[in-house]
């Protein structure tokens, strides 16, 4: 299939599109000849095409190798420029995924770029260990990052989504690595 990892049937929130992948994968169970059936699905996700009515939230300019601490302070100062867009998404939608580690999105933000000046992980809530809740903050980031992304009529290509790294401040935040700190993708899953 030519989508996205974690999305076998194309894109999210495309019932018709889905359906169609389903059809065709049902028609090959059908069929006779072979016991191996390997038959490409003949288009390629919608989402993957750029909508050219999107743009970000706000505008951001990322300037690629700077020092943690920089990282760190334009990663929290940009949860407070993504909040009309995120409000946005929660009025249209009536609901936000964000909310896995209980703590507000300003402080998932702290807590992730605490990490990044080098500060000891802690947990504030009862039965998360410091590791599982930075998972979980930095899950609710991109949570966030995602709703804001796709608030309004446009929506963004799956390759312009801010979660996804198209310059915002959170993707060099979560890949951050440096001798003695901790590895962003051994940390996270996604």
Avoid: N
């Amino acid at each position: 299939m030519p989508f996205e990892l974690g999305r076998p049937f194309g894109p999210p929130s495309d019932p018709a599109f889905q359906k169609r992948v389903i059809l065709a994968a049902l028609q090959l169970v059908e069929r006779e000849d072979g016991p191996v059936i390997i038959e490409d699905f003949p288009d390629d996700d919608p989402r993957a095409r750029p909508d050219h009515g999107w743009c970000p939230p706000f505008d951001h300019a990322v300037v690629a190798d700077r020092p943690a601490e920089t990282i760190a302070r334009e990663l929290e100062s940009e949860m407070e420029l993504l909040r009309r867009a995120h409000d946005r998404w929660v009025t249209q939608r009536g609901y936000s995924t964000v909310g896995l580690s209980g703590l507000s999105v300003a402080d998932c933000g702290r807590l992730v770029a605490g990490q990044l000046r080098g500060e000891a992980l802690t947990s504030s809530r009862e039965g998360f260990s410091p590791p599982l809740l930075l998972r979980f903050a930095v899950d609710d980031l991109k949570a966030y990052y995602l709703e804001a992304d796709a608030a309004g009529a446009a929506k963004p290509s799956s390759r312009h989504s801010l979660a996804t790294g198209s310059g915002t401040r959170q993707q060099p935040a979560l890949r951050f690595t440096r001798s003695g700190r901790p590895a962003w993708p051994a940390v996270t899953t996604g």
